[in-house]
């Protein structure tokens, strides 16, 4: 159980056509394993965020196998896909992106209201606490529209955490922090992989993050190139 | 998934916007109050035309009509029995209009079960006596009490109390015309003069008024017993029978049935007053078309309104998308909203639409032909409320149906790449 493959990449392969054919990812394979802490790094348009997009299982639209905790995606409803996101998938986007028409707290319990496993004080108990470790606890009840960037990318981070997800997939979650704020993510994230066990699968162009973390995946071009 | 937080955040989204929401809101109370309110007052209006005929008239009257015999002496010649036979100006003879075995036929009718009720007439020519000057007159001899019950005579009887006619003898209720003519007050003795060339003496009890002139000018209204004693007739004599029944439309049938049973002749009211249902019906299908159209440019208001939110909304939606909530659950968000603004829009409508309908009802409006009227009519019939909040839930389903398909559609990724 310790070392079982959480999510498994088999030969991706993605293009758009607008009007030329363009292959975004060529081939992409790779697996992680549960606690691994992993990081995606590679030129900008090199295609980071559509494999994150394919992962995350909201693009559908790509050749090759996936697998996420050794379940096959292909042929599985729009709904199934959906469950699978809010129980299994944590994201944060390359730019925070919360309900404005919710508090910070709201927006953390959300997927949790989707889940529905624990009451909604529980949830909310739950919320705050990944508030606090993020340092944020005094922002809980202001409207996400009024918090600073850093502060909704943070918020964006626990929304990701609140249904103990097996894998959280980050694009670029340090880009709008200041490096002090980047090293409480970094080590929140290292802490969920070594004491909870989860995996984590960061796209970053930030090196010295990248260098921290145990595995370096390098795309370039729509290839990995580096592991 | 709990239908709390999917409603929680159809909320949310509505208070965003709720300018917006409030005017499609608006747009529905108003529909839904006009539709009523129109519905109401047309269909109020529609009974008290009818009611105008309707009500006092029979639904059958039985009669006999004064026809020359159909079979001529010609006819039972022999000599002439296989030839067509011509005459010309052929007059009747001896036929009275006197019904026989009236009591009978009466009883008989009484005891028929799709009966309402049964009053005899009788009909006398006379003329009013204005010093030298002799007015036509019609004097209807009739059962107060009955024609009271059966056909909303008191309403008609303007001034003095109907019951007189049956406890003070020789008494008279005036046409409102014949008496502005004769200059006639209640208590004043007034002389008629029958065909046959008699003269009676009748105290004026009451006036009478049916709102059409002509009527009110020449008809009035004496006991059964005092017509009788005027035409010189016996107890027994009576003209007219005068039929309501329980079923208004089953009238020509039984009409047809009368006649051959009691071999008299017999007239159904849809027959003689045909071209009121007529304008019934018209009024009816305009006002319907009209609230309806209403109710559906209130849904179009809605669709615009939700289509425009989603709009609005696309990064909400994506991101509710990318944290698990599956399309089905972004429909059940934005039809829930349009089923608010339905279900908010169609309680204020009802509140409004009632209000609405209390003012017309309480606009005075009177008319001599309807005397007992002094509002406008508004019928409050609970069928107009029930059709105009079916049909607004309806509308409201489908406008919102079609943008939430929309928007349970939306691609995330597509979404979240734009930014
Ligand atoms: N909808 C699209 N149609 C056509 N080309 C696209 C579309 N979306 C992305 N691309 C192209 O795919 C390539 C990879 O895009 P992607 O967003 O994955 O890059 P990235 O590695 O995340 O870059 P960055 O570091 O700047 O975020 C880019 O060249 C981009 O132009
Ligand atoms: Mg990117």
């Known amino acids: 159980m310790e070392n079982s493959t959480v999510l498994e990449a088999r030969g991706i392969c993605k293009s758009f056509y607008n009007p030329v054919k363009i292959d975004v990812l060529k081939d992409v394979s790779f697996k992680l394993k549960r606690g691994e802490y992993a990081s995606i790094i590679g030129r900008s348009g090199s295609g980071k965020s559509t494999l994150l997009y394919i992962l995350s299982t909201m693009d559908t639209d790509f050749t090759g196998k996936l697998l996420i905790d050794g379940i096959d995606l292909h042929y599985k409803s729009e709904k199934e896909l959906a469950a699978i996101r809010n129980a299994k998938i944590g994201f944060v986007f390359q730019f925070h992106y919360l309900l404005n028409e919710f508090t910070a707290i709201r927006n953390v319990m959300l997927p949790g209201f989707k889940l529905n496993k624990v009451s909604e004080e529980e949830l909310e108990s739950k919320a705050y606490e990944y508030l606090k470790d993020l340092g944020i606890e005094n922002l809980a009840h202001k409207m996400a529209y009024k918090l600073s960037g850093g502060e909704k990318q943070r918020v964006a981070i626990a929304r990701a955490m609140i249904n103990d997800p097996l894998i959280i997939m980050c694009d670029e979650p340090t880009g709008n922090l200041d490096s002090k704020n980047a090293d409480i993510v970094f080590n929140i994230f290292k802490e969920l992989t070594e004491t909870f066990n989860k995996t984590l699968l960061v796209v970053t162009h930030d090196l010295i993050f990248a260098e921290k973390t145990g595995r370096i995946i390098e795309l370039d071009d729509g290839r990995i190139i580096r592991e | ?419």
């Open chain 2, 1 to 419: 998934m709990k239908q709390k937080h999917l409603i929680e955040i159809a909320v949310a989204l509505m208070l965003a916007r709720w300018k917006q929401t409030l005017v499609a809101t608006i747009g529905v109370t108003f529909s839904i109050a006009l539709f009523i309110s129109l519905l109401g007052f047309m269909e109020g209006l529609n009974q008290l035309l009818d009611g105008l005929v309707l009500n006092r008239t029979p639904h059958i009257r039985l009669f006999n009509d004064i026809q020359p015999s159909k079979i001529q002496p010609i006819d039972l010649s022999e000599q002439y029995q296989n030839y067509h036979n011509f005459i010309s100006s052929v007059k009747p003879v001896n036929t009275r209009k006197e019904i026989y075995n009236a009591q009978q036929i009466i009883h008989k009718l009484k005891n028929d079960k799709r009966v309402f009720g049964v009053a005899p007439k009788i009909t006398a020519q006379v003329f009013y006596n204005l010093g030298n000057i002799d007015l036509n007159g019609i004097i209807n001899g009739v059962d107060a009490e009955k024609e009271a019950k059966l056909f909303a005579f008191s309403d008609y009887v303007i001034k003095g109390n109907y019951r007189e006619l049956e406890t003070i003898s020789n008494s008279i209720i005036l046409g409102q015309g014949a008496a502005d003519v004769m200059n006639a007050k209640i208590g004043d003795i007034i002389t008629v003069t029958t065909t046959e060339g008699e003269q009676f003496s009748l105290k004026v009890i009451g006036f009478f008024q049916s709102g059409m002139a002509e009527i009110d000018k020449i008809q009035s209204f004496a006991s059964l017993t005092t017509t009788q004693k005027l035409l010189g007739e016996d107890s027994n004599y009576i003209s007219d029978i005068q039929i309501k029944l329980k079923d208004l439309n089953k009238a020509p049938a039984l009409a047809i049935e009368f006649e051959d049973f009691f071999k008299i002749n017999a007239e159904d009211i849809q027959t003689a007053n045909a071209q009121f249902e007529t304008g019934s019906g018209v009024r009816s299908i305009i006002s319907y078309a009209v609230g309806i159209t209403l109710l559906i440019v209130s849904g179009f208001g809605i669709y615009n309104i939700l289509n425009m939110l989603i709009y609005e909304k696309m990064d909400t939606i994506a991101i509710l998308k990318a944290t698990g909530y599956a399309g089905n659950d972004v429909k059940k968000i934005f039809i829930s909203i349009s089923l608010s603004i339905g279900v908010a829009g169609a309680l204020a409508g009802v509140f409004f639409g009632i209000l609405l309908s209390a003012i017309i009802d309480a606009i005075p409006f009177s008319s001599p032909s309807i005397p007992n009227v002094t509002t406008y009519p508004i019928d409050y019939g609970i069928q107009y409320y029930l059709i105009a909040i079916i049909f607004a839930m309806v509308t409201t389903f489908l406008a919102g149906w079609m943008p939430a398909k929309k928007a349970s559609k939306v691609d995330p990724v597509l979404i979240i790449r734009g930014k």
